[in-house]
Antibody, heavy 125, light 107 residues
């Protein structure tokens, strides 16, 4: 059974960088076809796709965050990571890592069939 | 970006009732529309993918339909464990986007 688990600091200061890691068990991030990525949800609000990566290094980011986001993988540890720079209070959210099936019009990240439990990151002085 | 409008934003109904939630896309997305269920404090769970395909282990009382710009999630006979917020998501093009959610409560 595939499992994903987020880890990282729960509190980040404004203007600093948020860094989270997702550890995948029960399957390899190098398995072909799947994408891996991040979705966030501010408290009491809806879901926002942050971005996704393929193990080969191809990445796709939400244009609204693209200038501040980096998603990368560590195949030796079967992990992938999120870095979000210059955070503000608006970045306070539960951050989920997820597996994405390929699909849509161009075989890019599509539906999320496995999710981590989520981790709340608060941006505060 | 493709904008998804869900309605209603919330509903209160009785156990055993049929529930219908709609999702309208700002442009045609063929059938690239997915539905998720999120219970309080939990991660979303995939219910329906590509408009009408049931996710793994999802009860058959859930169904999805639609194509183009208009889509529907139906729950045939609402059960107490179906209390949750439901989100639609388009996967036609990047960025992936979600509807605003529909909160389903029991009367």
């Amino acid at each position: 059974q595939l499992q994903l688990q987020e880890s990282g600091p729960a509190l980040v200061k404004p203007s600093e960088a948020l860094s989270l890691t997702c550890t995948v068990s029960g399957g390899s991030i190098t398995r072909s076809s799947y994408y891996w990525g991040w979705i966030r949800q501010p408290p009491g609000k809806g879901l926002e796709w942050i971005g996704s990566m393929y193990y080969s290094g191809t990445t796709y980011y939400n244009p609204s965050l693209k200038s501040r986001v980096t998603i990368s993988g560590d195949t030796s540890k079967n992990q992938f990571s999120l870095k979000l720079s210059s955070v503000t209070a608006a970045d306070t959210a539960v951050y989920y890592c997820a597996r994405f099936q390929p699909g849509g019009s161009y075989g890019r990240p599509s539906v999320s069939d496995y999710w981590g439990q989520g981790t709340l990151v608060t941006v505060s002085p | 970006d493709i904008h998804l409008t869900q309605s209603p934003s919330s509903l209160s109904t009785s156990v055993g009732d049929r529930v219908t939630i709609t999702c309208q896309a700002s442009l045609e997305i063929i059938n690239h529309l997915n539905w998720y269920q999120q219970k309080p404090g939990k991660a979303p769970k995939l219910l329906i993918y590509d408009a009408s395909n049931l996710g793994t282990g999802v009860p058959s009382r859930f169904s999805g339909s639609g194509s183009g710009t208009d889509f529907t999630l139906s729950i045939r006979s609402l059960q107490p464990e179906d209390i949750a917020t439901y989100y639609c998501q388009q996967s036609y093009n990047l960025p992936l986007t979600f509807g605003g959610g529909t909160k389903v409560e029991i009367k």
